[in-house]
């Protein structure tokens, strides 16, 4: 009962979700719910740190690289194909491909988490100035002006598969961006189901032992580096949808940033608490800066410093030792084990 149970929740939370954003398309106003898609975005690239860091141990500070990656991407690819389908195939292949090529070089290098880290940001960072830094008119793949700290205005946005005249609507890409969320939390929740998952968990739990057990621990985690890769090109292909623009901002340091708040607000080890926990984060930064009296970054330090400082699991994890705690029943000693342990 409680394997069928493992299996089926995720899809029956999926389609719940799926109905609820149906009726959600259908009834609010176009400003609310293009909020609502970006923040679903953003839930996407929650997701993919979500997946490296929670479960596979991987503290990638350069998430934003591979978001970026996959916004330019797109829009490159649809401005000189004017088709989005290669587009999107693009947005998450090149991303995958960059993961695996730098993540040979980490884990069969050799290279411990602490220079992980910091080698992911420095990649980030480097992509970020090198992107701002081609605002010249021959900076360009083929048609696409990469346009430097302006970015790439006009970015043409999804069409049905090799449909060119057929643009999705605002409601379309909302739902787009749900189905996109909802797969990746399906393909996550039955990767971590299934025996490469566990061997995931084992690693991070214990990397040495596994190893000794003979996994292929860097074969593991360069997987796990790439899947993650793959949904952060993803969420950036969306994002570049979602504005039909893109800048050298989605390689920024406070992009970075806040992929690891949203984290650990939410719960390593979680799914679902990272993509809640960006949700709700965007809406506040949003609120807060349409009022235009509060720093965001300022917020988002004070945040992060009492989850680090009070609430170092979460806000997931620690409702569900709370609840798990209120649950349990009060054991029954048995007078008879206690006789035959005293004879």
């Known amino acids: 009962m409680t394997r069928f149970s493992n299996q089926y929740q995720p899809v029956l939370l999926a389609i719940v979700v799926l109905l609820v954003a149906g009726y959600l398309s259908a009834s609010l106003e176009l400003y609310t719910l293009l909020s609502l898609t970006v923040f679903l975005v953003m839930g996407i690239l929650a997701l ?25 991407s797109y829009a490159i690819g649809v401005i000189n194909w004017g088709d989005s389908t290669w587009a999107v195939v693009a947005a998450i292949a090149i991303p995958t491909l960059f993961a695996l090529l730098l993540g040979y070089v980490i884990f069969y290098g050799g290279v411990s988490d602490v220079y992980l880290g910091a080698i992911t940001l420095a990649v980030s ?15 360009h793949l083929g048609q696409a002006l990469l346009g430097g700290f302006n970015g790439i205005p006009s970015v043409p946005t999804l069409n049905m598969p090799f449909a060119v005249d057929d643009i999705l609507s605002p409601q379309a890409l909302f739902m787009v961006t749900v189905a996109g969320l909802v ?11 299934s025996r490469f998952g566990k061997t995931v968990v084992a690693i991070r ?3 040495q032992r596994a190893g000794l057990l003979g996994y292929n ?3 593991h985690k360069l997987a796990t580096f790439a899947i993650g890769a793959a949904i952060a090109g993803l969420a ?23 992929i690891i708040i949203w984290v650990i607000v939410g719960g390593r080890g ?12 965007q809406w506040l930064v949003t609120r807060l800066g349409a009022q235009q009296s509060v720093d965001t970054n300022l917020v988002l330090g004070i945040i992060l410093a009492i989850f680090v ?24 000693i048995n007078p008879a084990a206690i006789d035959k342990v005293k004879s």
């Open 48 to 72: 993919s740190l979500a997946f490296i860091w929670g479960y596979g141990g991987i503290l990638c500070f350069g998430q934003a690289a591979f978001f970026g990656l996959g916004a330019y």
């Open 125 to 139: 960072l480097v992509l970020f100035n090198w992107i701002n830094s081609t605002s010249g008119s021959e900076y």
């Open 183 to 193: 797969l990746c939390y399906l393909l996550l929740k039955f990767t971590l189901l």
């Open 205 to 207: 739990e214990n990397e």
């Open 217 to 219: 621990v860097p074969a």
């Open 236 to 258: 950036g292909c969306l994002y570049a949808n979602w504005g039909a623009f893109v800048s050298p901002g989605v390689f920024s340091l406070s992009q970075s940033a806040q």
């Open 270 to 281: 979680t799914l679902i608490g990272p993509v809640l926990s960006c949700i709700a984060l």
């Open 309 to 332: 400082l009070l609430i170092p699991g979460g806000i997931l994890p620690t409702l569900q030792r709370l609840f798990t705690r209120k649950g349990k029943s009060p054991q029954v």
